[in-house]
Every structure is written in C-alpha cells, then in structure tokens.
C-alpha cells in the first residue's frame, strides 16, 4: 500500500513499481483510492503482488508506504502483523510500529534536486524492502518522463538509487519482505479505461467523443494521445447532448463512433440514446458507475446504474449492454460492442464501475485478441437511386450505405418513417417498423446467452450458485474459491453480457443450482431484480455494499456464508 | 414515384398554404443546383419543428433527427467525412432554444457548414408559443399578456462568439436569400444565417408586410463585411424595443480562419480508413 497527502505522482509510482514487478514475473493488482479534489486530500493506492494471478485487493497490508509519516494513523487498521511501515525520517507517528524512517525528502533533494522526487526514492526503497534490484527501472522511467526532457529521468534514478541504498544499508534493522521466485511471462499491466480504449481502437472506432467526467475521462484522455497514430478524431463537446449527437452524426456518415461518459452525462444522453435507436444507428457508449443518485461520491465506484441503463431512453428499441470486469474483458467487450452496433444497427452500452476503470491489472499479453474486424457491408446492385435505408431484411436488419455514395441517398429519420426513410403516420406502417426494430434483440441475445460464464464446475451439483457482475468478479471468483476450499457448494456465475438478459442459459444453471443469491455494490439488488423478473428465480438473498468502496473478499465470503446458513 | 428521388420528394409537404418555408426550401435547391453540387454530396440534418422538414423535402442525404441538436449531428458527419457538403436546418426553437448552446460553440468552432435559421418569432408545430425570438409584449397562449424578455439576438450573438460568416436573409425575398445562401456555401467556414420565416397561422404581427415596410438590403448601402464594429452596430438594430426599427438584410460580417475540421484531423476522410492492427500491436509495448 501506498499512499501521500499531496496525491502528487500517486499514480506515477504505483504503475511504475508495478511495471517493475510485472515485467520481474509477478502478478501485480493495483486499485486507486482517490478523493474528489485537485490536490491533495487523503489519496492511497494498493498494490498487491502474487505469483499468480490476482484480481482483486489483498486484505491487509504487509507494507505501507507513507511519504507523509502523520497519515500512518489513518492506516494502522489495514496492516498485517508485523507490516512494515516505510516513511520519512521527519515527523510524528504511532508508536509500536515496524518502522522504516528514511530521509525520503532530504534524499530526493540531494539526490533528486526536487523534493518532489521522493516518489522516486520510495519506489527505490520499496523495491530493496522487497528483497528486488533496481534492474530495468531507468528504461521504465523513461517511458514515464522522457517527455518532460532535461535530465528529470536522470534525477528520478538517483533518487530511486538512494531509497534503495539506504534501505539495503539498514536491512538489518528493516526486516525485508522478500517476495517468492517468480515464472517471468508475456503480461501487461494495463487498467481498464485503457483496456476499453485500446479495444475500441482494434475495433476500428474513428471518432471518439466525451464531456469529462469520472470514472470515464481516463478514456477519452487515452484516446486523445494517440489520436494521430491511431486514426482518430475526439472531440471533448460542449456538453453530453453534443457529444452523443456528435457521435450518432458521424456513425450515420460511416465512422464507427463511440462516446464516453458517467451516469450522470448518460442521463443526459438519453434522447441521443433513442435516436440512435429509432434511426438504426450503430453507437457505442461507455457508461462509467459511479456512486448517485446527483453527484453522489464522484471518484468512487457503484454497480447502481444497470436497470437504468437497461431500460434508459423513452420508446422501446432494441440495445445490448456489456458489463464487463477487468481490462481483459474490457478490451473484449469494446471490439463486441462495435461487432454488435454495427450488425444490428443499434446502440449498444458498455457498462463498467469506476473500480474497473482505475484499478491496474495484470494480463496475459494473449488474453487481448484482436477479431477480425467487419468493414461495413456495403450491398451491391442496387438501382440509381433504388436504396433504401429502412428496408425490411431479415432479423430486422437492412443494409447500409454510406452517404456519399454516388446516386444513392440515405435517409436517417427520428420520425416514424416508411422503408426509404420518409416520415409517416401510417398505422401499419408503424407497426411494421416497430417489429423490425424489435425483432433485431433476438439477433442480440444470441450473442449473449453464449456468454455466461461460470466459474467452478457447476454441473450436476446442488450448488448455490452467485451471480455477480462488472468488476465484483475478482472479489468473488477469490471468495467464492475460499468457501469451496471449506468444502462448501458454491459457484459463481459471472454476467458480462447482461442485456438482452441470457434468460436460456441462465435458467438452464439455476435449474442444475440449489439456490441463487447476488453480490453486487447497490442497495437495491438489481441483478437479483433482473433474475426475478427475466428467469423468475427466487433470489434467496444479496450481498450488499454501498458506500463507494470496492468489496473485500473476507467481507464477500462472510455474507455468502451467512446466506448459505440462512437459507439453509 | 420512387421513394428516393434526388432534388425532389415524394413526401407530401405537410406546411400551411402561403408559409414562408416554401420559398427557404426553394431557395436552397437553387443556391445547391448553382453551386453544382449533386444530392448524393449532400448531407441536411434537420432539427425538429416545421422547419427541420426541409430535410425530408429537399431530396439530398439526410438526418432527420432531434430538436435543438442538429448542429452536433452536422459536426458529427463533417468530421468524420469531411468530403460531403453539410447543411444543418432548424428553427428558432431549435436553434436559439433547444440548441443555444450548441450554436454558441459552433460559432466557435466554425466548421465548414451551412446553418439556415428560420426564425418565425413563433413555434409553429406546437401551435402558437413564443420563441425565443418573439418581442417583448408578443401575446400568446401562454402569456396571454405578452412576452415578458426582450428578443435574442442571434446575428450580435454570433459576432461575439467569433462568428465567421453571419448573415441574415428574408423569405419576402427569395433571389436575394438564394445569392445569399450560395454565400454561405462558398464560405470556408460555418456559414450561419438568421432568415425571416413569416409564420401565416400563429404570428400576426410579423407578417410578410411587416417585414417588408422595415427590410433593407446592406450591399445597397455601402456597408463593409470585413469592418466588425459596423457589423456590431447593424445587428443591434433588430430586434429592438421599438417597432420601427429597420431590418439590415444581407452579409453582416464575413472574415477568413481555419475551418474547424482542417485543425490538427487526420489527413484522409476517417471513414476510408482501413483498420491497422500494427497501432494496437505498438500501443501495448507502453504497458509492459
């Protein structure tokens, strides 16, 4: 664990310690803790390190890094027995604690010509604690701050060198934490923003659209950086109505288009949503979950927006909805969305919490797989004149042509419209429209029911079964492995395709299952909603949280537990 | 007839006998037909109101969409394929309503499109409440007393957002409002024009005769569209508190800057691009 009160460079040195260990062999997960302030505030990230893979935080910390010792108090609650405490040599802290107190600051001048390089000289000092040479920590400096020029990746090595000195000279009195040999593999640490992003890159996506807004500006911010390498146009609109629009405008022209935002922009991207909907066009949008209703806890994470991203938007048209859990699935889920949108002319949402967006994970390099990627069909043959955007094909879909095309013309119509486009009132040709948009969800859920994913071989067995989605999966595919440890009948099924809901196979489980219950970060149960509403299960009870913090995997495991008894 | 018709439509043309939308949608085809351009090259994005229906009237490409958000919809096509020729329609509800922010921006912005406002001081489809651009004291339905604000003023607001081709036409006046629409295409940037739309059902005092007895065509007076100070003067002088102010017609303030979609885009139209697996291949070298 990590953590200063200034919040400067937070960020820096928890990726660039991870980088470090990842490209060592370990498995790193590193999830952010981060106030909704400029600067400083009480801001902490944790880091946790494994031989295999890991996808959620550990429980308690066997390291604390403090830059700043008198914020050692806030922590002494997460600490593992005998944890070490690393922090600066000046100032007051609790007593009885393993302490480490290094010069940080005094190092990073001396070293570093800027007190702001104690970042640097704790990575180094974390790094020798951990029992890890500094080998191959200059190259990753210079891929943080060669931008910067001048000597700065220089400087930050220095520092490193000293932290790391000064521990190794005092390791004596440091008790290290040396970490286990690791198998050195081909893996990324990546987070998940940066996974959607790069998904939607491989997906083709060219232009690129937000109003900045937490937890889905880390998107778009990606996007803007490689913009000229990678093809793009982002634009940051004037508000989420533009951006939304922005996008349908140039989905309609041809681009595949994708916009970004949190709950409270997606609310006002609602009437885009049904446009999109009504005039058949391929969008995609990523929808961040944050804490609401209203502003709520803007930097902090929630799983309260699924029902209304479900059913968001007025009139009724088909769309799909992917909940994706960590950066693997992430980048899976941005290159499905665009596959999606663009076969069945339709929205389709991916829908993540904040924890997912922020939080870095460790990813096998061949887990993100690039699909062969669909340019749009254009059909051919058609007379001068003679396309016709709405016509009726089958499973509702119609071709498409790009505007442009010389003697075609491509009507995109909000109103209710005859199959060339043109408005009408008709009464069955209202219904006829209405049932070839609807009849595309069928084409959808396809795509959905082979997707559920079951973790643990829940087959002939009376198991209960836990349905989670978003990034509540590490949490309880770890919580869920503990309790089977115990020699308890428990399986977790996994939904990252949530809408149209996969009513066939999960059915097909819960019939084989003892009984269902949910984990999900909301009040009100809206996945246990979902289950009783679409397969009509009886949900026997959910485990809850709703103050904006990301589960543990004890507190998980406790309430399965707990339900397991309860129901007997 | 076909369903798809390029310069004409099928459609029948829903609008009140005698409306001045009739004489705007002719207008455009002629300035477009002037200007050569083929309906396949033409993208309208229509708001929504009686005006947005020049969309599906025209018989050119079309976006049919909401009210008030056919400038992010135009934006939207001329990014990604900056090759079509994009006109956004709308009405004073859509434009200086609806869409205000929007059009704020895209004064800003000046991307290279054609924005025609028809400003009948009235909505029309929603049968007879005051727009934005109604006067102070326009009864309605609503305000049975009179509008309670003074009118927006869209041509001084688009100078102060750095407009770069603010104009006003008059529907009275269909060679002009042509000519001038032509202008506007021509013009390498965000070609916007207000236009005089008497709306014959629901504004009683903005009639064609009214407009008449105060229009004044601003190449007849000398007037210099580089010189900003005199465009400023000229777009205060309507709306005003008084009824009988006169009503400039013509180019207010045209100037020369880079359109919005020539900045820093990539250099080909993005929807001819092919996918290039080796950016995804290179970008994940930064996470090892």
């Not at chain 2, 629409?181 to 070609?191: E, Q, S, T, V």
């Not at chain 2, 105060?214 to 000229?234: F, I, K, M, N, Q």
Request: aromatic share 6%.
């Amino acid at each position: 664990m990590s953590r200063d009160r200034q919040g400067r460079g937070l960020q820096v040195i928890s990726r660039t310690l991870g980088r470090l260990l990842v490209r060592a062999g370990y498995h790193v997960f590193v999830s952010q803790d981060v106030m909704s302030r400029i600067r400083g505030g009480h801001n902490f990230a944790r880091v946790r390190i494994s031989t295999g893979p890991v996808a959620a935080d550990g429980e308690k910390a066997e390291i604390l890094v403090a830059l700043d010792p008198a914020l050692v108090v806030r922590h002494v609650a997460d600490l593992a027995p005998d944890a070490v405490v690393l922090t600066d040599a000046a100032g007051g802290m609790p007593e009885g604690l393993n302490a480490v107190r290094l010069p940080l600051v005094d190092l990073a001048r001396e070293h570093g010509r800027d007190a702001v390089m104690a970042n640097a000289v704790a990575v180094g000092a974390a790094l020798a604690l951990v029992g890890l040479e500094l080998t191959g920590l200059e190259d990753l400096f210079e891929s943080q701050f060669a931008a910067k020029g001048g000597d700065v990746v220089r400087r930050n090595m220095a520092a490193a060198e000293a932290g790391h000195r000064a521990v190794v000279e005092d390791m004596k009195r440091c008790c290290p934490r040396k970490l286990a040999g690791a198998e050195p593999g081909d893996r990324l640490l990546i987070s998940g923003a940066e996974a959607i992003a790069l998904g939607a890159i491989a997906a083709n996506v060219r232009v690129v659209t937000g109003y900045p807004m937490s937890p889905a500006t880390p998107i778009v911010e990606y996007c803007f950086r490689h913009a000229r390498e990678a093809g793009l146009i982002v634009e940051q609109t004037e508000d989420e109505i533009s951006a939304a629009n922005l996008a349908i405008g140039a989905a309609f022209a041809g681009a595949r288009a994708m916009t970004c935002t949190a709950g409270g922009g997606f609310c006002l991207m609602n009437e885009a949503l049904s446009l999109a909907g009504m005039t058949e066009t391929p969008l995609v949008l990523c929808v961040g979950m944050r804490p609401g209703p209203g502003t709520g806890l803007a930097t902090r994470t929630a799983q309260a927006d699924l029902l209304f991203v479900i059913y968001a938007g007025h009139g009724e048209f088909p769309r799909a909805v992917l909940t994706p859990a960590d950066a693997a699935q992430g980048f899976q889920a941005a290159q499905d969305a665009f596959r999606i949108a663009e076969k069945c002319q339709t929205p389709v949402i991916i829908l993540f919490d904040q924890f997912m967006a922020d939080a870095l994970w460790t990813v096998e390099r061949s887990e993100l797989r690039v699909e062969n990627r669909q340019e749009r069909q254009v059909p051919e043959g058609v007379q001068p004149y003679g396309y016709r955007r709405y016509e009726v094909g089958e499973g509702g879909l119609s071709p498409m042509v790009l505007p442009g095309t010389p003697e075609q013309l491509v009507y995109a119509d909000s109103d209710e419209h005859n199959e060339a486009g043109h408005i009408t009132e008709s009464a069955a040709m209202r219904v006829r429209m209405v049932d070839k948009r609807n009849a595309k969800t069928a084409g959808i859920r396809q795509e959905a029911e082979v997707k559920v994913e079951v973790e643990a071989k829940a087959k002939a067995e009376k198991e209960t079964l836990v349905f989670c989605f978003g990034s509540s999966r590490g949490v309880v595919a770890e919580a869920v492995a503990r309790l089977r440890e115990k020699g308890r009948k428990v399986a977790m099924v996994h939904l990252h395709y949530i809408w149209p809901f996969p009513v066939e196979a999960v059915t097909a489980l819960a019939a084989k299952g003892a009984k269902v219950v949910t984990v999900e970060q909301n009040y009100s149960g809206q996945l246990a909603q979902l289950l009783a509403q679409e397969c009509g299960l009886r949900v026997a009870g959910t485990v809850r949280r709703y103050d904006g913090r990301q589960f543990s995997v004890a507190e998980v495991e406790a309430g399965l537990e707990q339900l397991t008894r309860e129901v007997g | 007839m076909p369903d798809v018709t390029p310069w004409s439509s099928p459609a029948e043309k829903t609008w009140c006998p005698g409306c001045g939308n009739f004489g705007i949608l002719n207008a455009l085809k002629a300035a477009l037909v002037a200007a050569k351009l083929e309906p396949s090259q033409v993208v309208v994005v229509g708001g929504i109101g009686q005006s947005g229906k020049v969309a599906q009237y025209l018989g050119a490409n079309f976006l049919h969409g909401l009210h008030g958000r056919a400038l992010p919809h135009a934006l939207g096509v001329k990014l990604a394929n900056p090759g079509l020729k994009v006109i956004a329609v709308g009405g004073d509800g859509d434009m200086y309503g609806e869409g205000g922010n929007h059009l704020l921006h895209a004064f800003r912005r000046n991307l290279d499109i054609v924005c025609l406002v028809h400003n009948n001081g009235v909505y029309g489809l929603t049968k007879g409440q005051a727009a934005p651009t109604s006067g102070p004291g326009f009864a309605t339905k609503n305000r049975p007393m009179g509008t309670l604000v003074p009118a927006f003023n869209p041509l001084a607001a688009g100078l102060v957002m750095g407009g770069s081709f603010i104009a006003r036409g008059f529907a009275g006046d269909l060679k002009h409002l042509t000519r001038l629409i032509g202008d506007a295409l021509k013009h390498k940037g965000f070609g916007f024009i207000d236009i005089l739309q008497p709306c014959v059902t629901f504004n009683h005092v903005n009639t064609f005769g009214w407009f008449r007895e105060r229009v004044y065509d601003l190449a007849l007076e000398g007037h210099d569209t580089s010189d900003e100070d005199a465009a400023r003067a000229r777009a205060l002088e309507w709306p005003a508190e008084t009824g009988d102010a006169r009503i400039p017609l013509g180019i207010l303030y045209r100037a020369w800057r880079a359109a919005y979609e020539s900045c820093g885009q990539p250099g080909k139209p993005v929807v001819r691009l092919k996918s290039d697996l080796g950016v995804v291949k290179k970008a994940l070298e930064d996470f090892e």
